[in-house]
């Protein structure tokens, strides 16, 4: 079952920009997770957030959670070059040992 | 170091060829997942399993086995490939519960089933 929806599908910004990711849910979730990928790369976690949380900061990464619309947003300030990759929410599925279920991802590419 | 290690990278099989992709983790997770993607699908989730002998179908189960005899070790067997099968395969662990804290990912299987 595809839980996370990512939006857009792909994003093209000039390095410097800010970029911005959404992604909808369908159930209720405990938490909600970001992962990047490098092309053809494993995942690599950047962010979690709990379902208590609205807001969350790691370094240039900015996570919003609105479970009332069961979506999230992520934010990343000051985009460069090397942030070029697929972004994938991830959640579970609101039980206590519930599956991580990812969406499809955003391909973001960032121009130098 | 903290690693998920998927082996082999890349592998490219004959139809009905029996393979195992095996997959280890260093960190004492309990929970073990393997996922597989495909352009356009996204992430998905082949077998879980929540610890030692414990082992559950996601949500693409169907031509895939798995075993978990050791804590460490979570294989995935293709008992019969086929062409549809050829995919990029991911294994993940994680401490506890799914979702609760961050899970790790190997570097990935690159399958081709000819």
């Known amino acids: 079952s595809q839980q996370g929806e990512e939006d857009p599908q792909a994003l093209s910004i000039q390095e410097g920009e800010n970029a911005t990711m959404n992604c909808s849910y369908k159930t209720s979730i405990n938490n909600l997770q970001w992962y990047r990928q490098n092309s053809g790369r494993g995942l690599v976690h950047l962010i979690l957030?709990?379902?208590?949380?609205r807001e969350k900061h790691s370094g240039r990464l900015r996570v919003t959670l609105d479970t009332s619309k069961k979506s999230s947003s992520l934010l990343i300030t000051a985009s460069r070059a090397a942030d070029t990759a697929s972004y994938f929410c991830?959640?579970?599925?609101?039980?206590?040992?519930?599956?991580?279920?990812f969406g499809k991802g955003t391909k973001l590419s960032v121009k130098p | 170091e903290a690693q998920v290690t998927q082996n082999p990278r890349y592998l490219i099989t004959v139809t009905g060829k029996k393979l195992t992709v095996t997959c280890s983790q260093n960190?004492?997770?309990?929970?073990m997942s393997w996922y597989r993607q495909d352009p356009g699908l996204g992430l998905r989730q082949i077998y879980y399993s929540m610890n030692v002998e414990v082992t559950d179908k996601g949500d693409v189960p169907e031509g895939y086995k798995v075993s978990r005899k050791e804590k460490r070790n979570f294989p995935l067997i293709l008992e019969s490939p086929s062409p549809n099968q050829t995919s990029l395969y991911f294994c993940a662990s994680s401490l506890r519960g799914w979702g609760t804290v961050e899970a790790f990912f190997g570097q990935g299987t690159r399958l081709t089933v000819v």
């Open positions: 957030i709990r379902s208590n949380e």
């Open positions: 960190m004492n997770h309990e929970y």
């Open positions: 991830a959640t579970d599925e609101g039980g206590s040992q519930g599956n991580l279920i």
